[in-house]
């Protein structure tokens, strides 16, 4: 389970660095992608173990809040589409990297949109 958890946060703190960044667009691309591009290979790999073995793999959390508790639970149907939800972003990046080339020198460097 720590590798969807870390498939889920390297693309959130890619998309932090390169916020901070500031105007070196390639290395808010490079940051951006790259971080896209490992959190999606991580979560192919946990949703293909997941979906190979067929067995249920659950992470269970105390939480402060009364009666709470956080809880993520992954079956082969939810790997199923686990493997769109990891594999489609990291071709995007590859793509976006491209497509956002010719606006790296403009007003607004697209460190902002590896965020988002």
Same mark, same amino acid.
């Given at each position: ?5 870390? *498939? ?12 901070? !960044? &500031?105007?070196?667009?390639?290395? *808010? ?8 591009? !490992? ?17 249920? %793999? ?6 402060? %809040? $009364? ?6 639970? *992954? ?16 071709? !995007?990046? %590859?793509?976006? %990297?491209?497509?956002? *080339?010719?606006?790296?020198? &403009?007003?607004? $460097? ?7």
């Amino acid at each position: 389970m720590s590798l969807f958890l870390w *498939a889920c946060v390297l693309p959130l703190a890619g998309g932090l660095g390169a916020l901070a !960044a &500031g105007r070196r667009a390639r290395l *808010a691309s490079m940051l951006g992608a790259g971080s896209s591009v !490992a959190g999606g290979v991580l979560g192919l790999y946990f949703a293909i173990g997941v979906l190979l073995s067929g067995e249920t %793999v659950q992470l269970a959390a105390g939480w402060a %809040v $009364p009666y709470g508790a956080f809880s993520i639970r *992954a079956d082969a149907l939810s790997s199923f589409f686990l493997l769109l939800a990891f594999g489609l972003p990291p071709l !995007a990046a %590859v793509f976006g %990297v491209g497509y956002l *080339a010719p606006y790296a020198s &403009g007003r607004r $460097p697209p460190r902002s949109r590896w965020y988002w």
